[in-house]
Structures are given as C-alpha cells and as structure tokens.
C-alpha cells in the first residue's frame, strides 16, 4: 500500500459517515487532483529546466495535449482501480492497522493539492 492509498482512505472514511454514497467519489476527485497537481509541477519544472538548457523538446500545445490526456488516464486509472477489489482491500488492511495507522486532518488533505499548485504557480514564474 503507497501514500496515495492511505489518502484515499483517510479522505473515503472522512467522506463515508456524512455521504455515504458521494464517498467514494469524492476520494477518487481527491487523488486525482492531487495526482494531477504533482504532474503539472513535475512538467513545469522540466519545461523550464529544458528552456534553460536550450534544448528543443516539444511544442507548448503538444506539451498541453499530452497534460490533457495524462488527466483522463489518471482518472480512469483511479476511478478503475478505488471502486473494485482494491478498495476493499485497502479497507481490510488499514482496519487491521486501526491502532498504528494515521489519520490526517481532512484540510490538511484539501491543502496540499492546493499548496502543490502554488508551488507550481512560483517555479513557473522562476523560470
């Protein structure tokens, strides 16, 4: 089980008492944004580590096609794998961990997709 799981978790478990039928839903939104969040910094950090290096990669609208395809990967690979035997799974281990596992605050959870975009918003204005 990786970080994203135990976030899914935290976020489904927040989300299940009050909504029990968007939970799930939500915690895939979730992931994905924040999936997505990590992608966008990652690429505009080479998009301008290559810029300074004078190296000729790709164009900025083959650059943003490809973002845009990433995104609907990214969803149908969460929403694939959170709504089968995965999640089960990762219910029965983190019940079997309820003593040791962690549990984060859900605006903690909410902040750091947003905190990646702002790191994203000041390495794009960096390079």
Same mark, same amino acid.
């Given at each position: 089980m990786n970080l994203f799981d135990s976030l899914f978790y935290n976020t489904?478990?927040?989300y299940k008492p009050?909504?029990?039928q968007k939970a799930n839903s939500i915690a895939i939104l979730y992931i994905t944004?924040?999936?997505i969040s990590l992608i966008l910094l990652l690429g505009v950090f080479f998009a301008g580590f +290559?810029? *300074?290096m004078n190296m000729v990669t790709m164009s900025s609208s083959n650059a943003w096609t490809? +973002?845009?395809l990433t995104i609907i990967f990214i969803y149908f690979k969460n929403w694939m794998q959170y709504t089968g035997k995965k999640r089960m799974m990762i219910n029965a281990k983190m *019940?079997?961990?309820k003593s040791k596992s962690t549990s984060y605050n859900i605006y903690l959870l909410w902040l750091l997709p947003i905190a990646v975009l702002g790191?994203?918003?000041v390495v794009f204005q960096a390079t």
């Open positions: 489904f478990t927040f009050k909504l029990k944004i924040l999936q +290559f810029r *300074n490809l +973002f845009a *019940n079997k961990k790191l994203t918003y």
